[in-house]
């Protein structure tokens, strides 16, 4: 067998980068193997990707030595940043958020093209900032951003495009663990399940986490034909109502779609409210610009095991009688 391959795995930890691995790891092919960059090899997460069979690395995206040495010898690497990182107030203030993914992203980009690395996959988000109009009465964040979370990282495009590396960018929607957790099902004070979201009568897309890195080894496995395009991951594209009737079939159960006002959400109140319900109102204007993205031939082609919201619900789904019964916050 020829030598594999070394794809370097920044974010091996979380949820994207751990899927690249887990999906490296489980490629019978064995073209691939999997560097897991962490800041922390001795974590429990570390140590079970390294017990998988993956090489892990201490590299941090704030040092771009770190970053050139974990590179080094590597064919590809795939990059994400994490803007909802735990932070204090005081490191927010002297370094937002968005500033830190932007030096991020840059100090990758740079450490790939000094190390010989001949692909890079970054995850990043389109800008929505075009979507929204002047005077709208929607918050403005930093300055300028209206969805941070993407806005930096779509500034951060540039970095790669320098850098001279051939890059695809690969661009996650919402996943659908977030219908367990900050998109749930809840009981209104009847009882009954209804699932209040900010989708309007949009068409929303949406995947498996797992299905963010594995289609990563899909455009690496694709090779250099994929370089500068953009790869939108999707295993459904539905209305509110269509992930309702889907929630309802899985938990034998009637859940009703309550479509709530992005203004609505911006008003609740909670830590980062504001946010959430401008990249509602994003996803909502934006609807059919994102369709178009989405190329589910080329998408199977890169990930076979592409998961439909209907399938990844069989297995993931927990009983109806654990949704909580509080008011949509």
């Known amino acids: ?24 790891l489980d490629d019978r092919s064995g073209r691939f193997a999997a560097r897991a960059l962490t800041r922390d090899p001795a974590s429990a997460r570390a140590r ?10 201490g590299a941090d995206l704030d040092d771009a030595g770190s970053l050139r040495k974990a590179f080094d010898g590597a064919h590809g690497a795939f990059v994400v940043t994490n803007f909802w990182e735990p932070r204090t107030p005081e490191e ?10 932007r030096e991020q992203a840059g100090n990758a980009a740079r450490a790939g093209h000094e190390a010989g690395v001949r692909h890079f996959v970054w995850s990043t988000l389109p800008d929505t900032r075009g979507y929204f109009r002047p005077g709208d009465g929607t918050p403005t964040f930093g300055g300028s951003y209206k969805v941070p979370h993407a ?36 009981r209104d004070e009847s009882g009954a399940l209804v699932l209040p979201l900010g989708f309007g009568e949009a068409r929303v897309a949406a995947h498996a986490a797992e299905d963010v890195g594995r289609t990563a080894l899909g455009i690496f496995r694709h090779g250099l ?50 946010e959430v319900g401008n990249m509602l109102q994003y996803l909502i204007a934006a609807a059919p610009d994102l369709a178009e993205l989405i190329d589910y031939e080329q998408l199977r082609e890169l990930n076979p095991s592409l998961q439909s919201f209907d399938t990844w619900l069989t297995t993931h789904l927990p009983t109806s009688a654990n949704f909580s019964s509080s008011a949509p916050s």
């Open 1 to 24: 067998m020829s030598e594999q391959q070394i794809i370097a795995v920044v974010g091996a930890t979380g949820a994207q980068g751990g899927g690249l691995v887990r999906a490296i």
């Open 48 to 57: 079970k990707l390294a017990a998988l069979g993956a090489e892990v690395v």
């Open 92 to 101: 927010e203030r002297v370094r937002p958020a968005t500033a830190r993914e």
């Open 151 to 186: 806005d930096g990282k779509a500034e951060a495009d540039r970095f790669f495009l320098e850098s001279g590396v051939p890059t695809t960018f690969l661009q996650a929607n919402v996943y659908y663990e977030a219908f367990l957790d900050m998109f749930a099902p809840r």
């Open 225 to 274: 034909g994929l370089a500068g395009r953009r790869v939108s991951v999707a295993g459904s594209l539905l209305t509110g109502e269509q992930y309702a009737a889907a929630l309802s079939l899985a938990l034998g159960e009637p859940v009703t779609y309550q479509s709530v006002s992005p203004a609505l959400i911006r008003a609740a109140g909670f830590p980062g409210a504001g």
